[in-house]
Each structure stands twice: as structure tokens, then as C-alpha cells.
């Protein structure tokens, strides 16, 4: 199995940034493709960013386009999330997730078979 935990999460003010970590330990191998996913009270989870392990590839909700960076870190068996320029729109938990190669698309929750705890961002304006 995998295990993820999120870290970096907290208050900040509208126009604000913060770096989101995810540490990912266990059967680190079988990571596909890592994501970051969000949900606010009585909204559903949304899709924030995505970011395949091997080649780079990177994926953004257009909510955030231009405004997130997903990275990750294949030695360390980290994900980042660099949000720039947050909005109160952006309040929310914070979810990471990663998936095998189980041939699902990377916007989609269901396509991920792990997902860390989460941790809360909060936008004050």
C-alpha cells in the first residue's frame, strides 16, 4: 500500500501563498500519477491539479490555471503544491491522492487509489 500525508496547509490572506507538501511512503512504485484535490463544506470534491511520476506531465483545474504550480520530487517521493495569488474561493481541504497505471484520467477522483488525510487552507479577505 501507499501511504500520503499532506503538510503546509494554513491561514493566509487573499493574494497570498502557500506550498503544499505530500509525502508519500510504502509500495512507492506502483505511483502512476500524483494529484491534488479539495473540497469545501457542502461542495463536492473538485479537482485541483494532477502531475504524472515519470514524465512531467501536468494537469490544472481552470480554476487555478495560472495560479498553481504541481511539482514533485521522484527521489524525496514528494508532491508539491505552490498556490500563488489565493483567493477565499480557494478555502478548502486539501486532499493529495495518487493512482497506479490503471489506464483513468487524471481529473477524476475515482481514478485514484490512495489519498492522505488532508490538510485545511484557509483564504481570509
Known amino acids: 500500500q501507499v501511504q500520503l500525508v499532506e503538510s503546509g496547509g494554513g491561514l493566509v490572506q487573499a493574494g497570498g501563498s502557500l506550498r503544499l507538501s505530500c509525502a508519500a511512503s510504502g509500495r512507492t512504485f506502483s505511483i502512476y500519477a500524483m494529484g491534488w484535490f479539495r473540497q469545501a463544506p457542502g461542495k463536492e470534491r473538485e479537482f485541483v491539479a494532477a502531475i504524472s511520476w515519470r514524465g512531467s506531465s501536468t494537469y490544472y483545474a481552470d480554476s487555478v490555471k495560472g495560479r498553481f504550480t504541481i511539482s514533485r520530487d521522484n527521489v524525496k517521493n514528494t508532491v508539491y503544491l505552490q498556490m500563488n495569488s489565493l483567493k477565499p474561493e480557494d478555502t478548502a481541504v486539501y486532499y493529495c491522492?495518487?493512482?497506479?497505471?490503471?489506464?483513468?484520467?487524471?481529473?477524476?477522483?475515482?481514478?485514484?487509489?490512495?489519498w492522505g488525510q488532508g490538510t485545511q487552507v484557509t483564504v481570509s479577505s
Open positions: 491522492a495518487a493512482r497506479r497505471d490503471n489506464g483513468l484520467g487524471y481529473s477524476t477522483s475515482i481514478g485514484y487509489d490512495y
